[in-house]
């Protein structure tokens, strides 16, 4: 599987983004995919993930209410949408993907799968 993040850049606090994952050589619809973050001297957190085969959609609390996750199944492509967006949301911000689904999707060590990361800096 190979994974492509865009969509990210420059924006002031209390602006919007929205990030793109797309996905190829997936060949099964058991399946996720999840946004995490990584911020300069920190570690690699979890933002969202989707559950391809019923949809579900898990977030992580520090973004719940401000970011949104979806799916395009006929372009295989995951989108987070990014509002409120707060100076401590400054990161790399990577997508992920797996086959199956494991119930520590919060943990990076649970995805098999990483895109090359996009940069999202949000100015005060």
């Known amino acids: 599987v190979q994974l492509q993040a865009s969509g990210g850049g420059l924006v002031q606090a209390g602006g919007s983004l929205r990030l793109s994952c797309a996905a190829s050589g997936r060949a099964s619809n058991d399946y996720g995919m999840a946004w995490f973050r990584q911020a300069p001297g920190k570690e690699r957190e979890f933002v969202a993930a989707?559950?391809?085969?019923?949809?579900?959609?898990y977030y992580a609390q520090s973004v719940k209410g401000r970011f949104t996750s979806s799916k395009d199944n006929a372009k295989n492509t995951m989108y987070l949408q990014m509002n409120s967006l707060k100076p401590e949301d400054t990161a790399v911000y990577y997508c992920?993907?797996?086959?199956?689904?494991?119930?520590?999707?919060?943990?990076?060590?649970?995805?098999?799968?990483w895109g090359q990361g996009t940069l999202v800096t949000v100015s005060s």
């Open positions: 989707i559950r391809w085969s019923n949809g579900a959609i």
């Open positions: 992920a993907a797996r086959y199956g689904w494991s119930v520590v999707y919060y943990y990076a060590s649970s995805w098999h799968y």
